[in-house]
T-cell receptor, first 114, second 111 residues
């Protein structure tokens, strides 16, 4: 149980384009989903928290207009990186939480912006 | 906010030996302490967790201890195997469910 998927697993795009990443909880309903980014050899940095049906809460320093988060259902959240630039290249990871505080992570999405 | 420190940053052990990773936290309100294993190019995998009302928890070769007074918790892996090689992260959270992660420990198990 507690399986979280992400799609795509990797994406390469040109500078200035937008990229959408999907996060799904496959076998449980996720009341809360989290989005993280991770640079090589570093820890996970929380970007935002989203609850189903409400606006995401962004961490300090994260541009909400650049990183659009939608949590339309209890099993799906999406992160859209708008007008991506090379400095947005990173490993993006989502996690999902059900009724308690355990977070289960997706496999991550490697974004490379050329 | 919560600050989690993790030591050591790297750990090399002989197969069959034990590995110990230690973390400290700053917020006395933290009440949930998970440990994650991350393999290269993959997402973190929850391997064990402990809550503030428990001092120790064990799951086969993995155990976690928590000292609330000293605000530190530790991960113990016994009888290490090559497949235990990975990066391990400790984390802590309060009632807002936001995880604060340690910097990670790269564990290498030598065959």
């Amino acid at each position: 149980g507690a399986v979280v998927s992400q799609h795509p697993s990797w994406v390469i795009c040109k500078s200035g384009t937008s990229v959408k990443i999907e996060c799904r909880s496959l076998d449980f309903q996720a009341t809360t989903m989290f989005w993280y980014r991770q640079f090589p050899k570093q820890s996970l940095m929380l970007m935002a928290t989203s609850n189903e049906g409400s606006k995401a809460t962004y961490e300090q320093g994260v541009e909400k207009d650049k990183f659009l988060i939608n949590h339309a259902s209890l099993t799906l959240s999406t992160l859209t990186v708008t007008s991506a630039h090379p400095e947005d290249s990173s490993f993006y990871i989502c996690s999902a939480s059900g009724s308690r505080d355990e977070q289960f992570f997706g496999p991550g999405t490697r974004l490379t912006v050329l | 906010g919560e600050n989690v420190e993790q030591h050591p940053s790297t750990l090399s052990v002989q197969e069959g030996d034990s590995a110990v990773i230690k973390c400290t936290y700053s917020d006395s309100a933290s009440n949930y302490f998970p440990w994650y294993k991350q393999e290269l190019g993959k997402g973190p995998q929850l391997i064990i967790d402990i809550r503030s009302n428990v001092g120790e928890k064990k799951d086969q070769r993995i155990a976690v201890t928590l000292n609330k007074t000293a605000k530190h918790f530790s991960l113990h892996i016994t009888e290490t195997q090559p497949e235990d090689s990975a990066v391990y992260f400790c984390a802590a959270t309060t009632n807002d469910y936001k995880l604060s992660f340690g910097a990670g420990t790269t564990v290498t198990v030598r065959a």
